[in-house]
């Protein structure tokens, strides 16, 4: 594979990772560490021969393909009781997944942001007459705030259990999911944002983020958050 490339082409070593797997057309979830670190080296090698700087976080990730190449190799020993043996690659795996799980994710929310910035609106000199202060829906959070907060809480969950990585069929639309937290809402009033993700597939993030946002600019939810590090909650939106 005879393809050059430069370090400020990817966002990180997962992000070359990615592009890698993709361009030998592998399974993510049975990659072939050999050939994937093989390549991986001679990317390295190919920045040290063009002078260019490469950072430590590549570096880091050379070190631990090796590790796992190594690990692989071994021979296997028999332990008395037997063991499910854990692969080397889960941890890679799992942290491919959640990376391209945010770059989708973070994909969407930009061709929305384009879209929006497409449109062109001119609000009257004074709109307070048109509006009922009691009526009125306000998210007190931004929509950076709640991508950091989300981040967080993924890494916290990635902590406490394993990634779901169960590949299903089943689409996961939008508009199914503004159903579903329509009904979690009618029955709790409101609920934490979090609640909102009890599976954390790549399909499922996307369309239970992409929901809540139109339900609050559809102003049929409210989202809060009374303190910098207090929790963000959504609510039925009352009308008065």
């Known amino acids: 594979m005879n393809v050059n490339f430069k370090i400020n082409e990817f966002e990180g070593p997962l992000d070359l990772l990615l592009h890698l797997i993709k361009e030998a057309k592998m399974d993510i979830m049975n990659i072939e560490i050999e050939e994937i670190t093989k390549q991986y080296m001679d990317y390295l090698d190919q920045q040290e ?7 430590s976080e590549y570096l880091v990730m050379a070190s631990e393909l090796l590790e796992i190449k190594s690990r692989l190799l071994l021979p296997n020993e028999k332990k008395e009781e037997e063991e499910e043996e854990i692969d080397p690659r889960e941890e890679l795996v799992n942290r491919l997944l959640e990376y391209q799980a945010y770059k989708e994710i973070t994909k969407v929310l930009h061709e929305k942001e384009n879209l929006r910035s497409e449109i062109y609106t001119k609000a009257p000199s004074n709109i307070k007459e048109y509006i009922d202060e009691d009526k009125e829906i306000r998210m007190d959070v931004s929509l950076d705030d709640l991508i950091d907060a989300f981040k967080k809480y993924l890494q916290r969950k990635k902590e406490s259990e ?24 009618m029955k709790k009033q409101k609920v934490s944002f979090f609640e909102l993700f009890p599976v954390l597939s790549k ?24 303190g910098t590090f207090e929790d963000i909650i959504c609510e039925v939106a009352h009308e008065k």
């Open 49 to 55: 021969k063009m002078n260019l700087e490469i950072a």
């Open 162 to 185: 394993p990634l779901k990585t169960k590949v299903t069929v089943n689409e996961i639309s939008v508009s199914s999911r503004r159903y579903d937290i329509k009904k979690v809402l």
């Open 203 to 226: 399909e499922y993030i996307v369309a239970t983020f992409l929901a809540i946002l139109e339900m609050a600019k559809d102003r049929e939810l409210v989202i809060r958050q009374e």
